[in-house]
């Protein structure tokens, strides 16, 4: 019997996660298929992913959003990177931007001959020939220019916005592209043929909701993926021990930066994210070595406006869904699993899981191959995006506390440790197929945790010294004569991108 095309999906739960997928696949699909959406205004939602990475632009463009009504109806501000504070030592920063450090020269890496000018006590810092750091330092902002003649061309940027503001825009878009939404708690999740897949849920007030094809975006708890299906957790807390949050938003009391703050603290770490009309705030730890009410009062501590709500805390356990996709249920968000969004992976990991489903998208056959290809790549990015968040925490001199001291010295991923053996030899960074964070990314972090090469790559040594030295002052100069030039973040986020004062 030929296979018929899905004629209805149902996702369960709303929030981020739940309204990007019906945005997205309702753009799509184009009506094609029906779907529907259940959540409960009872049951709050997480919230706390505010801050981005650039790839957040490709699924803006997918739906054709304009970045200033984006901005202004999210209250959203610019991102040019991530300032870490305390990680390495106490009392040390480093910034991770996006996009490039400087331009190509030959052969080597551009890093390689920053390399080779430090041997001679030259070139200054590596900071210096990225333009989104150098904007970043200096609270400036421009989009990015085509002309590859000028500095703005090399500007790459993300957002900081309000999670529940996100969430409630592309609510509007998806319901007006025929996303019908229901209000209710589940209470049951009804199995069938073939293979036991989920054939309904059934509402508290005795609705039942039938779909061929279902999107768990029900959180922690993962209602279908798990609770149904029992499809297995993978557990990474002996990586990252982190098991606990605490957020809390306050009033803002200085123009916003464009940057997210990550500040290590006693038993994990703080994020600061500015947007146009208040500050984000939380404590990411590990209940073996604080209390909640102590999180709780060392987060009051550091913020630098009123509190804007009561706090929020959350539970959770680093790993992954062992199957994101399993027969007729696909998971995204927290229903997938859970990396702590130290470097603002949150949102992305849900943006890429709709588009490996478009790229697989199934008939009611669900082909097994298209299932697993899905579930490999899902994988590979989680277990990727994992490496790079433990280089945070295992690449540090800190002894000061338990934490710190269990995280230097605990044996790491193989596929971590071989990057940084790499750029310790020679400042080399070998990336796989499709890997989320660019050179310039590993290399900002590996450097900032105190990774130093021992050589630079000796392809670096073909162009004589002097001319390298010039090349570089003169392309310094030109940064900062950039950079100069642009507008304040304040002044670009003026206009069309100026959120109305929040109710």
């Known amino acids: 019997m030929t296979p018929t ?74 991102k040019l990177g991530i300032r870490f504070i305390d990680w390495h030592r106490q009392g040390t920063d480093y910034f991770h931007p996006f996009g490039q450090y400087g331009t190509r020269i030959d052969a080597a890496a551009f890093h390689q001959y920053w390399l080779r000018l430090q041997a001679h006590g030259l070139g200054g810092r590596l900071d210096d020939y990225s333009v989104t750091t150098i904007a970043a330092e200096a ?28 969430a409630r825009f592309l609510r509007a878009r998806a319901e007006g592209q025929g996303v019908v939404r229901h209000e209710g708690r589940i209470a049951d999740v009804r199995l069938g043929p073939p293979d036991d897949r989920v054939a309904s849920v059934v509402l508290d007030d005795g609705r039942e909701l039938a779909a ?16 149904a299906l029992k499809t297995g957790y993978e557990d990474w807390s002996h990586w990252l021990p982190a098991n606990r949050a605490v957020a809390m938003p306050c009033a803002r009391v200085e ?25 984000g705030n939380g404590y990411v730890y590990c209940s073996e070595y604080i209390s909640d009410d102590a999180a709780e009062a060392r987060l009051r501590g550091l913020l630098d406006g009123a509190p804007g709500a009561d706090p929020n805390f959350l539970r959770f356990t680093t790993g992954r869904r062992r199957k994101a996709w399993n027969r007729n249920v696909l998971a995204l968000g927290l229903a997938a699993g859970f ?19 478009l790229l697989n998208f199934p008939d009611t056959a669900f082909a097994q191959a298209d299932i697993d290809t899905y579930n490999r790549l899902v994988q590979l990015e989680f277990e990727r995006v994992r490496d790079f968040i433990v280089l945070h925490y295992h690449a540090t001199e800190r002894d000061d506390q338990p934490l710190w001291r269990h995280v230097r010295s605990m044996t790491i991923p193989e596929t971590l440790q071989q990057k940084i053996d790499q750029f310790r030899s020679r400042g080399r960074i070998f990336r796989f197929e499709d890997e989320l964070f660019q050179e310039a990314s ?7 945790q105190g990774v130093q090469p021992e050589r630079h790559d000796p392809l670096a040594d073909v162009i004589p010294l002097d001319q390298l030295q010039l090349r570089l002052d003169r ?21 069309p991108a100026r959120a109305r004062p929040a109710a």
């Open 5 to 78: 095309p899905l004629r209805s999906i149902l996702i369960v739960g709303g929030g981020t996660a739940g309204w990007m997928a019906a945005a997205a696949l309702s753009t799509v699909l184009r009506g094609t298929v029906r779907i529907d959406l259940v959540e409960s205004e009872a049951i709050g939602t997480v919230g706390v992913g505010e801050a981005t990475i650039p790839p957040i632009q490709l699924f803006n463009q997918l739906l054709g959003i304009d970045e200033d009504t984006f901005l202004a109806a999210t209250q959203g501000t610019y």
């Open 139 to 166: 609270g400036r902002f421009a989009r990015p220019e085509r002309d590859p003649r000028s500095i703005r061309s090399q500007m790459t940027h993300a957002f900081h916005f309000d999670a529940g503001l996100y």
């Open 212 to 227: 061929d094809f279902f999107i768990d975006c029900s959180g922690f708890r993962g209602l279908l993926i798990e609770g």
């Open 339 to 357: 990396l702590e969004p130290l470097e603002s992976t949150s949102i992305h990991l849900i943006q890429t899981g709709i588009s490996r489903l």
């Open 255 to 279: 123009a916003p930066t464009p940057y997210t703050r990550a500040q290590a603290l006693e038993a994990g770490w703080r994020w600061r994210i500015p947007l146009q009309h208040r500050t």
């Open 475 to 495: 392309l310094r100069a030109a940064i900062r004569e950039g950079v100069a030039a642009m507008p304040t973040h304040e002044q670009a986020l003026s206009g």
């Open 442 to 448: 590993w290399i900002a972090v590996l450097l900032g």
